[in-house]
């Protein structure tokens, strides 16, 4: 509607540009009377005057129309425009001014049209539809054959038959004209709200509302729909010849040891952590008794790093279960010892117990490396391990 009456707008402000142009080409070509003179500004007066009260409605109807988004006001004020034209081409006027007051006149109604479509005006009075509105509005389409089946009459109002003298009544009075259009807004609203109470899922034809968008929408009519395949069809897998593995004899067949239960659970006690750690503790039990030894005689093995690593982690062991006792020798080097039993008289054995409580126990970090390995090795002149490899008891550096 706004876009039709800013086209219609365009195209009149151009017709009349063009007749004032044509009218304006020769002024001198004919003389009038006076009286003629008289009549036509008289005329142009009145049109004049017509323009101006168009354009103070025009800014008045601004807030009617974006409160109730009234396009039939709109087309009201289009039509008097026209009216104002046709009778300015009538009288044949010279008054060129008028044409101006014409094309602002429009570009008002314009302006109007384009805010009154913006609150999207749908139904047939040229008034806002709201979600209500439109619900019922497809109940009552949808329920016609429900009345029809069961004998239930339709509701039905009479919109005008609270102002059956309209035709009668003066156009310009426009107070009446917005009476009258509440009132048929409000009636058609209470002949939509009596559909509201109809909730129930099989009294509506959806067959019928359903063939109304089809036939509406222009949608494709298809007979299936397209996800997915058109047929599942179940993979068949191809089964794959595998090639005979050629094996080459490049040396005399060796059997493996045959692996049973009890082999499996010497070696696993052999080689776990707790075992390495008892061997440990029973070596320096064994042949130093309580004596003292200095701490890298007792885990560098100098055949092997790692050993020697494994080594003082073991010991680490035995110093967090105090089982180890580590102090310093002679010469300040780190040495270790095995713990002195408690003693055998209750008195002395808890005096004992209490002094070893309150011992405050020192954290020491020992980094040992590839090169201070070498080091001590040629420091304290080790030739072999006192723990022996691999676990083995082996004699003292």
């Known amino acids: 509607m706004a876009k039709r009456s800013a086209e219609d707008a365009q ?59 009234d396009v039939g006001l709109v087309i009201d004020r289009l039509k008097l425009a026209d009216r104002l034209f046709e009778r300015f081409t009538e009288a044949e006027a010279k008054n060129t001014s008028l ?4 094309s602002r006149a ?43 089946v069961n004998g239930i009459p339709e509701p039905q109002t009479d919109i005008l038959s609270h102002n059956e003298d309209e035709g009668q009544q003066n156009e310009d009075d426009e107070v009446n004209h917005d009476l009258q259009a509440h009132s048929r807004q409000k009636a058609q609203r209470n002949l939509l709200d009596a559909y509201g109470r109809y909730n129930e899922f099989t009294h509506f034809n959806w067959f019928k509302l359903g063939m109304l968008f ?33 094996i080459e004899v490049v040396g005399r067949t060796a059997t493996a040891a045959r692996v049973t239960r009890d082999s499996l659970i010497e070696s696993e006690k052999d080689e776990s952590t707790p075992e390495n750690v008892k061997k ?54 780190p040495a270790v010892r095995v713990k002195e039993p408690l003693p055998s008289g209750v008195h002395d054995r808890e005096i004992e117990v209490q002094k070893r409580k309150d011992t405050r126990p020192s954290h020491l970090i020992f980094q040992l490396d590839i090169n201070t390995w070498r080091k001590l090795i040629d420091r304290f002149d080790i030739r072999r391990s006192f723990l022996g490899a691999q676990g083995k008891p082996g004699g003292r550096a």
């Open 11 to 69: 195209s009149r402000i151009s017709k009349r540009t063009r007749l004032d142009t044509n009218s304006t080409d020769s002024p001198a070509d004919f003389t009038a009377p006076d009286s003629q003179n008289n009549n036509e500004e008289s005329a142009g007066f009145e049109i004049l005057t017509g323009y101006r009260d168009l354009d103070q409605k025009s800014s008045k109807d601004r807030v009617e129309v974006a409160r109730n988004g």
């Open 99 to 102: 044409l101006a007051h014409d």
């Open 106 to 148: 429009l570009l008002g109604v314009s302006e109007l049209a384009q805010l009154s479509v913006r609150n999207l005006k749908l139904d047939a009075a040229q008034l806002a539809l709201g979600v209500n509105d439109a619900i019922n509005y497809t109940k009552r389409y949808m329920l016609k054959d429900y009345f029809k």
């Open 214 to 246: 089809q036939a509406k929408s222009r949608a494709p009519a298809v007979v299936d729909h397209l996800l997915g395949p058109f047929a599942a069809e179940k993979k068949v897998r191809a089964s794959s010849q595998r090639a005979a593995r050629s």
């Open 280 to 333: 440990c503790f029973k070596i320096l039990r064994k042949q130093k008794g309580h004596s003292p030894i200095n701490l890298y005689k007792f885990i560098i093995d100098p055949n092997s790093f790692a050993r020697s690593v494994e080594n003082l982690f073991y010991t680490s062991f035995l110093i967090k279960e105090g089982k180890l006792v580590m102090d310093e020798d002679e010469e300040g080097f």
